[in-house]
């Protein structure tokens, strides 16, 4: 088998990068980020400089553990470089106050087979994040893997449509990023073997997902689902696929473009998942309240899940699921769960087609 295999979200995980929260800065404001915090918005301080140390100390203990579980499952787990956020970062087109983080491989990097794509990504704080990655890139280039990196944008402000002060935003009526030039995050998409879903969002657009198909060729289709939701950012929380024939959707964003009837017609059961217990302020505010969903098949009958999700637990126990509780609130502010914050390099498995109708 390829060093680089993976073609879905659930056969059984081999090789894994896990993310790292060190070196971490809270973000400086962007146009990418004024449909939650529009211009001169008094909601959040943009700070731009290095997360304070022992909140990154509590997430990377967090990470190390999850790490450590991994390894006992018998899978192989690697980390990214450790990069300094809290520079800044400036091009011809623009500068901002410093970088995020390294903690979601899973927005960077999309692998389909034995291919590692490097996603173009649409914040400028996240513009030098592949650097993190390059010596383990490298690693798997030189067995074997094939490495390709999607045009990098230039991001000056021709590709947004920064929202004002006041008003309610949804980018579905008027989306955040126009089609000066391909965008997508590797998270926009939840893989399916031959079929691809992506979700139209706050750093995807439709340039991007043609690039990505025209890239892939024939064998691959992409199809656009969407979802009602104003401000949606990546898949993993709202259309979850756990293994053939099942996936978890989210109750609270219907999907409005009928795309849903596809896996209906092809007898894929859809279950609603519960929305996280965290609900209400810190640490929830730094992720979506279903980040609940945002969970790791190791296999088609394995999944971790945060320890304290008790309603998902019992959900994923209920659909003959082994779970592994762990423990990751603490890495929630640098971005998401142990979907997010994973890259899965190699699952044991094949090249296959789960929408017979088609």
């Known amino acids: 088998m390829n060093v680089v295999n993976s073609w879905n979200e659930w056969d059984p995980l081999q090789e894994v990068i896990v993310g790292s ?93 034995n291919e590692i794509i490097e996603a173009p990504m649409a914040q400028r704080a996240r513009y030098f994040e592949f650097r993190a990655y390059r010596t383990l890139l490298k690693n798997y280039f030189a067995q074997g893997a094939r490495w390709t990196a999607a045009p990098k944008p230039l991001m000056s402000d021709a590709l947004y449509q920064e929202c004002g002060p006041g008003g309610a935003f949804d980018n579905a009526s008027t989306p955040l990023l126009t089609e000066f030039e391909p965008a997508f995050d590797a998270a926009c998409f939840a893989r399916c073997g031959r079929d691809i879903f992506w979700q139209p969002d706050l750093v995807s657009n439709t340039f991007g997902a043609d690039w990505l198909q025209r890239h892939l060729g024939p064998d691959f289709r992409i199809h656009r689902i969407t979802f009602r939701e104003p401000t949606p950012t990546h898949i993993d929380t709202t259309l979850v696929p756990v293994r053939p024939g099942l996936t978890l959707i989210n109750p609270d964003r219907p999907c409005t473009n009928g795309l849903l009837e596809l896996f209906k017609t092809n007898d894929w059961q859809l279950v609603p998942a519960p929305p996280s217990v965290r609900t209400g302020p810190a640490p929830s505010r730094d992720v979506s309240n279903w980040i609940s969903m945002n969970i790791l098949m190791l296999d088609e009958r394995t999944a971790i899940v945060e320890h304290s999700e008790k309603p998902m637990i019992d959900l994923m126990r209920s659909l003959k699921c082994e779970v592994i509780p762990c423990a990751f609130d603490c890495v929630y502010p640098f971005g998401g769960s142990f979907h997010c914050c994973t890259a899965d390099i190699c699952r044991e498995g094949t090249l296959q087609s789960y929408f017979p109708s088609l």
């Open 21 to 113: 929260a060190r070196g971490a800065a809270d973000i400086g404001y962007e146009p990418s980020l004024s449909p939650y915090f529009p211009p001169g918005s008094s909601g959040r301080a943009f700070r731009g400089q290095a997360v304070h140390q022992a909140v990154v100390d509590d997430a990377e203990r967090q990470l190390d553990n999850f790490a450590k579980l991994l390894e006992r499952r018998g899978i192989t787990v690697r980390r990214p470089d450790p990069v300094e956020q809290s520079i800044p970062v400036k091009t011809p087109d623009w500068e901002v106050a410093c970088g995020h983080a390294i903690a979601c491989p899973r927005d960077l990097l999309l692998v389909i087979g």
